[in-house]
């Protein structure tokens, strides 16, 4: 098995998957300290060569196995269709490597849950690539909420979308890939409300709008202990949107950007309070590397690995609610956090 990531020999990464996100993670990858890019594989040896003499990768590699059968890699990214997800982390973990996998983490809890044991069984560590979790501000966002600043919170509300983000072959539109949107940007709200809450819903509603079997638009509801409530809207029959509101008592953190910023911009949000004062909060952050270094690091990954698990229970009681055109009970196996922000 490989070693655990430490400060003294750079971590090297294999990447699975050679679509959109590889090029923008690669980039990531490689301009991260103690970080490099060893090998990247493909389904085609053509199409692997051509990415790594495209951005400067040593080895390119025919298929995934091959690429988890090196001895050259520690670590693996890995930009597959969300429903080979599971299969490739739990490959990845048997063969000792540590695992950034792409958002969703997979496409049920049941899968959610073995990649966490297999990396468990293997001492392995792992992370989602949810890259706006790492951003420095979320964790000030948090503590606004957590701190008392907005009072007792009462609602979250979250949308994410953007306008037909598809290409030939586009795995979001492919049931039989994990498409649609409720998988693909659900993670984010979904996972949002959860990070905000502290905690899991324990009852839910969807609606889903559907196109090729898959929601284009999915439009939910969650209820919370305490009277906290949340809802969210998401889909690919909208302009870019990448917002969320936490309202409190006293005032609401509202935020435009937060799954990646608007380009050549800071990111930003507001206290918004109920007088109309407004405070404004610009910064900037590189979360992407602050993910690969939380991963390569030693600090506990606990926090992510439980909302990981969390969004994705969420998610399953959200695709059956859908189904059933009704609101169902979240059945959640996932340890409960800390003290939450409005208890
Ligand atoms: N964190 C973020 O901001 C973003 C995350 N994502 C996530 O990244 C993952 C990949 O998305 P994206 O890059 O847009 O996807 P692409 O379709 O662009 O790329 C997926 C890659 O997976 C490989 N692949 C293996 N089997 C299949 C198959 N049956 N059909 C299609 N591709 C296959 C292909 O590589 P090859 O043929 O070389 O093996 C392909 O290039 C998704 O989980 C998505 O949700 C996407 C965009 C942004
Ligand atoms: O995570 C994501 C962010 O942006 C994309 C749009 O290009 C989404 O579809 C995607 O999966």
Not at 193 to 208: E, I, K, L, N, T
Request: with cysteine; glycine share 6%; net charge negative.
């Amino acid at each position: 098995m490989t070693a655990s990531p430490t400060d003294s020999a750079p971590t090297r990464f294999g990447v699975m998957g050679t679509g959109r996100i590889t090029r923008r993670l690669v980039a990531d990858l490689q301009s991260t300290d103690a970080v490099s890019v060893t090998a990247i594989a493909s389904r085609s040896q053509e199409r692997a060569d051509w990415f790594a003499s495209q951005y400067g990768i040593p080895a390119a590699v025919e298929g995934y196995q091959a690429l988890l059968d090196r001895d050259d890699i520690d670590a693996v990214y890995l930009s597959l269709p969300p429903s080979l997800h599971s299969e490739w982390c739990v490959r990845a973990a048997e063969a000792g490597k540590h695992i950034l996998c792409e958002k969703p983490l997979a496409t049920s809890a049941d899968q959610a849950h073995q990649i966490a044991q297999a990396c468990e069984r293997h001492g392995v560590r792992w992370l989602d690539a949810t890259g706006w979790l790492h951003h420095r501000r979320t964790a000030e966002m948090r503590a606004l909420a957590s701190g008392g600043r907005l009072g007792r919170l009462g609602h979250i509300t979250a949308a994410v979308s953007f306008y037909r983000p598809f290409q030939s072959g586009e795995h979001r539109l492919d049931p039989a890939l994990g498409g649609g949107c409720l998988l693909d940007l659900g993670w984010y709200t979904a996972g949002l409300a959860c990070y905000f809450a502290g905690r899991s819903p324990h009852r839910v509603f969807a609606d889903c709008i559907e196109e090729n079997g898959v929601p284009l638009r999915t439009n939910a509801m969650l209820w919370f202990d305490d009277d906290l409530t949340a809802s969210f809207s998401c889909g690919y029959d909208t302009a870019t949107r990448k917002w969320f509101e936490v309202a409190g008592s006293d005032a609401s953190v509202i935020c435009d950007d937060f799954t990646r910023p608007w380009a050549e911009r800071p990111t930003r949000f507001w206290v918004h309070d109920a007088n109309g004062e407004v405070q404004s909060h610009e910064s900037s952050d590189r979360q992407e590397q602050r993910m690969i270094q939380a991963l390569i690091g030693q600090q506990p990954l606990d926090e992510f690995n439980q909302l990981a698990l969390r969004t994705q229970t969420v998610l399953d009681a959200l695709a059956e609610s859908a189904r059933r055109k009704q609101p169902v009970v979240v059945e959640c196996d996932v340890r409960p956090d800390a003290p939450s922000p409005s208890r």
